[in-house]
């Protein structure tokens, strides 16, 4: 029994997948929600905007970043969630995210949680997603 919780936690892709396999990202909306541990109260809440044309909205603050650097990171996204070393993690900890990715084509797709890269250790798996996205909206505000 031991050795079985040691291994990836496998999840099924879900069918939207597939577009990401066929269609660019133009937009990726986020919203970060950080509770009190235990069920408890929202202690934060942080929605980012960030857009193909260089945009990156965080609340209320708009940056201008190169469309190069913003194609890098949706394209950083987009493998991320469509590879096939993508896990999800059974707990997800006291943070709950949400993501809408705006495709080229005018479709949304909508998902929660952090999509994780997972070693296969007890405690291997990183929320992969959102580390993404704090990775830029560090280079974002350390820029400015």
Not at 3 to 29: G, M, R, S
Not at 66 to 86: A, R
Not at 135 to 144: E, G, R, T
Request: charged fraction near 25%; charge should be negative.
């Amino acid at each position: 029994m031991d050795a079985f919780l040691h291994k990836p936690l496998y999840f099924k892709e879900p069918e939207w997948f597939h577009d990401l396999t066929h269609e660019e990202i133009v937009q990726l909306n986020c919203v970060f929600e950080q509770y009190e541990p235990v069920l408890g109260s929202l202690v934060e809440r942080k929605k980012v905007y960030i857009n193909v044309n260089g945009s990156v909205q965080i609340d209320d603050k708009i940056y201008h970043l190169s469309e190069p650097k913003i194609c890098d990171f949706l394209d950083e996204i987009k493998i991320n969630l469509g590879s096939e070393k993508t896990y999800q993690p059974l707990l997800c900890g006291g943070g709950i995210s949400r993501y809408i990715l705006h495709l080229k084509s005018g479709k949304s797709i909508e998902h929660s949680g952090d999509y994780a890269l997972c070693d296969g250790t007890p405690h291997g798996c990183k929320r992969y997603t959102k580390l993404i996205v704090d990775n830029l909206l560090k280079q974002v505000i350390d820029s400015f």
